[in-house]
């Protein structure tokens, strides 16, 4: 079954490490569904009927942004409060469609790796900074599996080619692995 891509950058032409994994799964519409939040609902404004489908319609779904503030672009908070409720995602008999699916989260940090430590910076690894969505998804009983990262964006400058085309393969590598 496909993958679901949930892509919440609300600059994607101007991102790097987002557009790059875009790019990375659009060979493969077979393998992947990329849907593009903010490209979708310019005005904000979420067609929640047509999100839980997409949802029903797939077993793995990954939910694709850069960290803003230690947490998600807002859209992508807008459409969990909009699109997991109650009597779909959990709280009833006929809910709990999340059930058993498998979600992770593929996020770019500005930050480097040493600073999402313990003795780091923040003081707390990039795991602990995305504990409410684990905490969401095991709420509706869905599957939260680790989550792939690429960090120092903010402080890499340009990045070599050879570094996006790795990520990009470490990207769709880590998918197929779900």
């Not at 699109?83 to 709990?96: D, I, K, P, R």
């Amino acid at each position: 079954m496909k993958t679901l891509v949930i892509v919440a950058h609300p600059d994607i032409k101007n991102s790097v490490i987002n557009q790059n994994w875009v790019k990375a799964l659009q060979p493969y519409p077979e393998l992947y569904t990329v849907h593009e939040l903010y490209a979708a609902y310019p005005d904000g404004k979420i067609d929640v009927a047509y999100e839980q489908k997409l949802l029903e319609a797939h077993n793995n779904v990954i939910l694709q942004f850069p960290i803003y503030w230690f947490s998600s672009p807002p859209l992508l908070k807008q459409w969990q409060d909009d699109v997991l409720t109650y009597g779909w995602a959990y709280g009833s008999a006929s809910g709990y469609k999340m059930k058993g699916k498998n979600v992770a989260l593929a996020v770019s940090a500005g930050i480097g790796l040493k600073d999402f430590a313990a003795q780091g910076r923040y003081h707390y690894s990039l795991s602990e900074v995305l504990r409410p969505f684990e905490m969401t998804f095991n709420y509706v009983s869905s599957n939260y599996l680790p989550n792939f990262g690429f960090y120092g964006i903010e402080l890499a400058g340009e990045i070599a080619p050879e570094i996006l085309a790795q990520s990009a393969q470490d990207y769709r590598d880590f998918i197929r692995g779900l």
